[in-house]
């Protein structure tokens, strides 16, 4: 149980375009989802909170209107990297955690987006 | 703001021998979870520890919570090629936000 599937694994795209990744919980009711990005051989860095239904919580530095983050439904949110350019090239993982258990979390596989 | 700081950066060792890694917390946490992540692989959620001075333990791995909640240590005894990847903590203060440390790399060497 606790599996959390994310589509695509990997995008390569032009400078300019938008990409949007996916992120299922697939056998549990996802209340709360987190988005992270991870540099190679660094640590996640959280940037943003969601809860189904709600607005998500950005992490200070995390442009909103960039990153644009839904949570629709208690089993799908989904990441949009707006006019993507070089530097937001990086590993994006998502992770889900039940209602009252948001500090277990049950991560993606991740998705590697390049960005030319 | 909260940080979450993780020692050390990288080990190396050799099969057999001991390994651990230790996080500290600049603050008092609520709880803190121990993750695995393998080269090109996620995070694996192994466990959580919840109670000052607790002490859990997963066959070779042994978990244990400082008893002021603002430390903790994954000690694994006899590593095995296969404990390979960076082990992170990852604390939190009670509310949704999860603060990870930067990560211990494992390497073995058979």
């Known amino acids: 149980g606790a599996v959390v599937s994310q589509h695509p694994s990997w995008v390569i795209c032009k400078s300019g375009t938008s990409v949007k990744i996916e992120c299922r919980s697939l056998d549990f009711q996802a209340t709360t989802m987190f988005w992270y990005r991870q540099f190679p051989k660094q640590s996640l860095m959280l940037m943003a909170t969601?809860?189904?239904?709600?607005?998500?919580?950005?992490e200070q530095g995390v442009e909103k209107d960039k990153f644009l983050i839904n949570h629709a439904s208690l089993t799908l949110s989904t990441l949009t990297v707006t006019s993507a350019h070089p530097e937001d090239s990086s590993f994006y993982i998502c992770?889900?955690?039940?209602?009252?258990?948001?500090?277990?979390?049950?991560f993606g596989p991740g998705t590697r987006l390049t960005v030319l | 703001g909260q940080q979450v700081m993780q020692i050390p950066q990288y080990q190396h060792v050799q099969e057999g021998e001991d390994f651990t890694t230790y996080c500290n917390s600049s603050t008092t946490l609520s709880n803190i979870q121990w993750y695995k992540q393998r080269p090109g692989g996620h995070p694996v959620f192994l466990i959580q520890l919840v109670k000052s001075g607790e002490v859990k333990k997963q066959k070779r791995l042994t978990f244990q919570f400082g008893e002021a909640k603002k430390n903790s240590s994954l000690h694994i005894t006899a590593t095995q090629t296969t404990d390979v990847g960076t082990y992170f903590c990852?604390?939190?203060?009670?509310?949704?936000?999860?603060?990870f440390g930067a990560g211990t790399r494992l390497f073995v060497k058979a």
């Open positions: 969601s809860n189904e239904g709600s607005k998500a919580t950005y």
């Open positions: 992770s889900a955690a039940r209602l009252a258990r948001e500090s277990e979390q049950f």
């Open positions: 990852a604390g939190n203060t009670g509310g949704f936000k999860t603060i």
